[in-house]
Each structure stands twice: as structure tokens, then as C-alpha cells.
């Protein structure tokens, strides 16, 4: 099945530290990816995509996303991060099929001052 | 530009009884899609409409459905509740049908099953 898979649960982070967070995918052809972030008890806001082209992918709130097909990732980064980046992030991705978007189980990240 | 709209916010509902949640897409947008979230289970997939036509449905139960309206707006409706229901519905719209489009969501329904 085609899928999205993200392999840290947790992450801890310490204030102004870089963070990076894993995805990897499993699609027949180059997928249509994505990167959401979701507050406690908020909605998914769209950080950014990946269609095709450039491979580096700049989002909002200072993300960038870097889609590697030798490796099957489209890994989300931000090169300092701020206490208001806790939160969940979500990596999903678009089925060729039937265009279903699929999710990964999600990264919680805590930002420790 | 408003964002997707969903109602109610938060919900309280006894076991047996149904309940019908509302969600008014981005203005132009004419695909609608719902997903179930829980801790356990994570986000999954509900169903989507296009153009007043369920596209796609999840792996879901028969208790679980869904219309859209002409004017895309979209209800999802749960029967016969049970305590497993209780979740965080959202609700995503695309412009349109096809793998590069982005969705956005609303805010979400919270529903307790007591």
C-alpha cells in the first residue's frame, strides 16, 4: 500500500537548536507530498508541499522540506526553532489512485528553554 | 479569504444517539474530505465528496456517512454512537479533485461519547 511513514514519535529540541524531522514514503512513482503541523486541539495548517521539480521545498513559519527519492524521504527541517514550534507535525502524502491523502502517525516535538 | 468552517466545535452525545456535523469549505472549493482522529489511531480517512459524488471511503462502518450540497458545503453523519466514536473530526477542502492539490482544514469537531 502506497503510504507515508514517520519513525520518531517524540522529539525534544532545545530553544534556537535546529530541528529535523523524518519521513519516509512508499509510492510507485514520485508522490505529491506534504507537511502539516497541528496545535493541541487545532486543525492541520499546511507548512508546505512537495509536487516536483526543485527538490528543496521552502513552507512557512522559516520550514524547508528536502524531497530525496534515492532515499524515499521528504524530511522537515528549521534551522532554529522557537518555543511556539511545539507541536505535532504530520508528513502525508497523495494516493495516484483514488487521490486519497494518506498520514503518517505524526512527531510530537517539545522545545525546552 | 475565510477558511473551512466547521460546526459545531465541540459536542457531547450519549451512546445510541446520532449525530450530524457540518463543514463549509474554502469558497470555490469543490472537494471535501473527512477524517476521524484519536490518539490510538491517528488520522484516518472518512470519505470524500466531489462535485455532490462520494469519491473514496475509508474502512469505515456503515454508521458512518456523508452528503454534499450543490453549493459544496458537506455533512457527515454518525448513528447509533458509540463510546469509540469519540474523536476530533476534521474536515479538509481541495479546489479540486487530483494528487496536486493541497488540502486545508478546519479547526476540527470535537466529539464526546458518554
Known amino acids: 500500500a502506497q503510504s507515508v511513514t514517520q519513525p520518531d514519535i517524540h522529539i525534544t529540541v532545545s530553544e534556537g537548536a535546529s530541528l529535523e524531522l523524518r519521513c519516509n514514503y512508499s509510492y510507485g512513482a514520485t508522490p505529491y507530498l506534504f507537511w502539516y503541523v497541528q496545535s493541541p486541539g487545532q486543525g492541520l495548517q499546511l507548512l508546505l508541499k512537495?509536487?516536483?521539480?526543485?527538490?528543496l521545498v521552502q513552507g512557512i513559519k522559516g520550514f524547508e522540506a528536502e524531497f530525496k527519492r534515492s532515499q524515499s524521504s521528504f524530511n522537515l527541517r528549521k534551522p532554529s526553532v522557537h518555543w511556539s514550534d511545539a507541536a505535532e507535525y504530520f508528513c502525508?502524502?497523495?494516493?495516484?489512485?483514488?487521490?486519497?491523502?494518506?498520514f503518517g502517525a505524526g512527531t510530537t516535538v517539545t522545545v525546552r528553554a | 479569504k475565510a477558511g473551512v468552517t466547521q460546526t459545531p466545535r465541540y459536542l457531547i452525545k450519549t451512546r445510541g444517539q446520532q449525530v450530524t456535523l457540518s463543514c463549509s469549505p474554502i469558497s470555490g472549493h469543490r472537494s471535501v474530505s473527512w477524517y476521524q482522529q484519536t490518539p490510538g489511531q491517528g488520522l484516518q480517512f472518512l470519505f470524500e465528496y466531489f462535485s455532490e459524488t462520494q469519491r473514496n471511503k475509508g474502512n469505515f462502518p456503515g454508521r458512518f456517512s456523508g452528503r454534499q450540497f450543490s453549493n459544496s458545503r458537506s455533512e457527515m453523519n454518525v448513528s447509533t454512537l458509540e463510546l469509540g466514536d469519540s474523536a476530533l473530526y476534521l474536515c479538509?477542502?481541495?479546489?479540486?479533485?487530483?494528487?496536486?492539490?493541497?488540502?486545508?482544514f478546519g479547526q476540527g469537531t470535537r466529539l464526546t461519547v458518554v
Open positions: 479538509a477542502s481541495s479546489l479540486k479533485e487530483g494528487t496536486n492539490t493541497e488540502a486545508f
Open positions: 502525508a502524502g497523495r494516493d495516484f489512485i483514488d487521490y486519497k491523502l494518506s
Open positions: 512537495y509536487f516536483s521539480g526543485d527538490t
